[in-house]
C-alpha cells in the first residue's frame, strides 16, 4: 500500500499541471502542518522499512546460502517437497527485499523531486517579478534615474571645469616663466632656481 501510494504522488508530482495548481498544491504540501505531521510519521515508517529491508537482505543471504549447500550435500535432491519448500522460501526472501528496496528508493527519488520541484517554482516566481519589474519603472524607479542623470550631467561640468583651471593654472606658469626671464635679461641678473 505504501509503494502504491508513492507511485501515485509521483504521477502527481511529474504530471504536467498548470502552473497555478502546481504552485497552490506545492504551497499546501510545504507549508500545511497537517502534512508537516503527516511527513513525520511517514520519515518514521521508512525507518521501520529500512530495519525490514536490512532484515529481508539477511534472510535472503541465509536462505540462499542454505538452497547452495542443500545442493552441494545432495540431500535435498531426494525428496521434492524440501526444494519446493526451498525455492518458495527463497522467492519471498528476494520479494521482500526488492520490495523493501524499491520503495525505501523511491521515497529517496520523491523527496527529491518534490525540493526540485519547489525549487523550480520558486525560480519562476521570482524569474516573473523581475521581468515585471523591468518592463515598467515605477515611480521610485525613474525618480532614481532622474536624480543619477542629474548627478552625471553635475559630475561631467566639474570634469569641464577641472579641466579648464588646470589648461589656466599651465598658461599662468608659461607666461610668468616669459615674464620673468624677460625681466631678467632687462636687468641683467641671472636667476638660480636652486637659490631661488
Known amino acids: 500500500m505504501l509503494l502504491a501510494s508513492e507511485m501515485v504522488t509521483f504521477c502527481v508530482l ?3 499541471l498548470p502552473h497555478i495548481i502546481r504552485k497552490k498544491l506545492f504551497h499546501f504540501l510545504s507549508e500545511s502542518p497537517i502534512v508537516a505531521k503527516l511527513a513525520y510519521g511517514i520519515k518514521i515508517a521508512f525507518i521501520f522499512i529500512a530495519i525490514l529491508f536490512v532484515d ?79 518592463k515598467s519603472p515605477q515611480g521610485d524607479q525613474a525618480k532614481q534615474i532622474a536624480d543619477l542623470k542629474t548627478k552625471l550631467a553635475a559630475a561631467e561640468e566639474k570634469v569641464k571645469d577641472y579641466d579648464i583651471v588646470k589648461k589656466q593654472a599651465s598658461q599662468n ?24
Open 14 to 16: 511529474v504530471a504536467p
Open 56 to 134: 529481508a537482505v539477511q534472510r535472503m543471504w541465509r536462505v540462499t546460502a542454505e538452497a547452495d549447500l542443500a545442493k552441494s550435500s545432495g540431500t535435498g535432491a531426494s525428496d521434492v517437497r524440501a526444494e519446493t519448500n526451498m525455492a518458495a522460501r527463497k522467492f519471498y526472501a528476494q520479494r521482500n527485499t526488492y520490495l523493501t528496496g524499491f520503495c525505501l528508493f523511491l521515497s529517496l527519488v520523491l523527496t527529491r523531486t518534490f525540493y526540485i520541484l519547489l525549487d523550480l517554482i520558486h525560480t519562476q516566481e521570482e524569474y516573473a517579478k523581475l521581468k515585471n519589474e523591468t
Open 173 to 196: 606658469a608659461q607666461e610668468y616663466d616669459r615674464l620673468a626671464t624677460e625681466y631678467n635679461m632687462k636687468t641683467g641678473s641671472v636667476s638660480d632656481k636652486r637659490k631661488d
